[in-house]
């Protein structure tokens, strides 16, 4: 019988890994190559101007330079869980991610990735180390 993979996406507007565990006991590894991080910048970082202000002889949009900037790095995010899951590198799929992430990858993800996603957990776990993070999916991946 072949083992069913589920994927781990933990993820918040600057930073998403995805932890891997291929059966109950089995726990958590870093999945090679599916790290991202964004420098997390405040909106004065980004531009110096106010919104719709006047700059260089253009109107500055009035969006939020940071959650436009976040907004894209999680569609960036969706968009390599799309690849992946039409290789068939993972059959489940549970998300762990901050609220305004977590609306976001719901809106950018595939309806293909949307049919694997087992469970969701809205929380910010990105800065909890990965051999703590069994705890936070116990029940769930034991399903």
């Known amino acids: 019988m072949k083992k069913t993979i589920t994927w781990v996406l933990?993820?918040?507007?600057?930073?998403?890994?995805?932890?891997?565990?291929?059966?109950?006991?089995?726990?958590?590894?870093?999945?090679?190559?599916?790290?991202?991080?964004?420098?997390?910048?405040?909106a004065r970082d980004i531009t110096s101007d106010r919104p719709g202000s006047k700059s260089g002889g253009g109107i500055v949009?009035?969006?939020?330079?940071?959650?436009?900037?976040?907004?894209?790095?999680?569609?960036s995010v969706a968009a390599t869980l799309g690849r992946h899951q039409q290789k068939g590198d993972f059959d489940r799929l549970v998300i762990a991610a901050a609220p305004i992430a977590l609306g976001d990858l719901r809106k950018a993800i595939s309806p293909a990735v949307q049919k694997t996603v087992l469970a969701e957990i809205n929380k910010d776990l990105t800065n909890i180390p990965t051999a703590q993070l069994d705890q936070h999916f116990e029940a769930i991946l034991a399903a």
């Open 10 to 42: 933990i993820a918040d507007g600057a930073q998403a890994r995805v932890l891997e565990n291929t059966g109950p006991g089995k726990g958590l590894k870093q999945v090679e190559g599916l790290d991202w991080s964004i420098e997390a910048l405040q």
């Open 61 to 75: 949009p009035k969006t939020d330079p940071v959650a436009y900037r976040e907004t894209e790095f999680v569609k």
